[in-house]
């Protein structure tokens, strides 16, 4: 059975250096972005789950805010959007506990809450904080214990497992989230012979990155995937990571994508695989070939979220496109 998808039109929060900004005002200007985003029609808002800022979107020394107490304040200042991170790295909290944080924004948000997990990939955090960074193959083993003690600790009352790397027995979700089926769990990562699997098994939505080809390719592997465990994939929904510029000039466009570029160490040119980028009428038809491509989402993040002209332009034209 075909479900609506948890997100059309979604914006990241990935960077918080924003220029002449001091730390004290620093979630001013996001909460003004989530509300600017919000009346433009994006329909969900993402943090980003890392301690350090990563290279593809700024220094090292950037300020970069933690993911869920961010999140917990945006359900406060806005009303409609879904909220989420994309997505939480596995070995940072403890399941159980993960679940909880997550449930409590549930109930603050009034029903708007995403789980986005995944496995997790930036070592030096994990060492700088004194974490476990176990090899990959344990990581996505704990990934699959993980999604589904959250999925219990979401729909069942004192729920318990016992698993190789996890355990729960008998913990308490009171009050549960206000869905009785949970929050809608979104598990990131495009590993065609682990990741993808699990998500056919165990989520509600997934996030892949890349090209239309690319994209389409992923979204087989997962289909096939569903088929093999008697799953109709049209229940998981589907969502593309990138970045976005609109802009009216040619020379706009490429000082943009410059900028990308250096973020994401590509050239300018390589840098548009990984954005909608130009002017309305070709961020439309980018966004056609990705949803001829089978995604039915899109999360998006925007060089500088202060600029809410621009943010008001990236959400209507959006908007538009999916709709179309």
């Not at 800022?53 to 220094?59: A, F, L, N, T, Y």
Request: proline content about 5%; some cysteine; glycine content about 10%.
């Amino acid at each position: 059975m075909t479900r609506q998808p948890i997100t059309r039109v979604g914006l990241q929060f990935s960077g918080y250096s924003f220029a002449g900004v001091t730390d004290d005002k620093l979630f001013q200007h996001v909460a003004d972005a989530a509300r600017a985003a919000e009346a433009a029609g994006f329909d969900s808002l993402w943090t980003m789950d890392h301690l350090h800022q990563i290279g593809s979107v700024g220094g090292r020394d950037e300020p970069i805010l933690e993911a869920y107490t961010t999140t917990a304040a945006l359900a406060a200042v806005t009303s409609v959007p879904r909220l989420g991170v994309l997505v939480s790295a596995c070995g940072f909290r403890n399941p159980a506990v993960l679940a909880k944080m997550v449930t409590t924004i549930d109930i603050i948000s009034g029903g708007r809450a995403v789980l986005g997990i995944g496995a997790g990939w930036h070592e030096e955090e994990y060492r700088a904080y004194g974490l476990d960074f176990p090899s990959a193959r344990e990581r996505l083993a704990e990934l699959a214990e993980a999604v589904q003690i959250c999925r219990a600790m979401f729909t069942e009352y004192a729920p318990r497992f016992s698993g190789t790397y996890h355990s729960i027995d008998g913990p308490l979700n009171m009050p549960g989230p206000i869905n009785p089926d949970g929050p809608p769990i979104l598990i990131g990562g495009g590993g065609e012979r682990v990741l993808i699997p699990m998500i056919a098994r165990l989520g509600d939505a997934c996030n892949f990155f890349g090209g239309p080809a690319t994209v389409r390719h992923k979204i087989e592997v997962l289909e096939r995937a569903c088929a093999a465990v008697g799953r109709d994939s049209s229940e998981i929904t589907k969502t593309w990571l990138g970045h976005v510029i609109i802009t009216d000039s040619e020379w706009e466009l490429h000082e943009a994508l410059d900028r990308l570029g250096v973020l994401l160490n590509l050239t300018p040119s390589a840098a548009r695989g990984f954005a909608l980028c130009g002017t309305r009428d070709q961020v439309r038809r980018q966004v056609r070939k990705y949803r001829e491509s089978g995604v039915d989402g899109f999360i998006l993040a925007v060089l500088d979220p202060t600029d809410l002209a621009h943010l008001h332009a990236v959400g209507t034209t959006l908007r538009e496109a999916v709709d179309d």
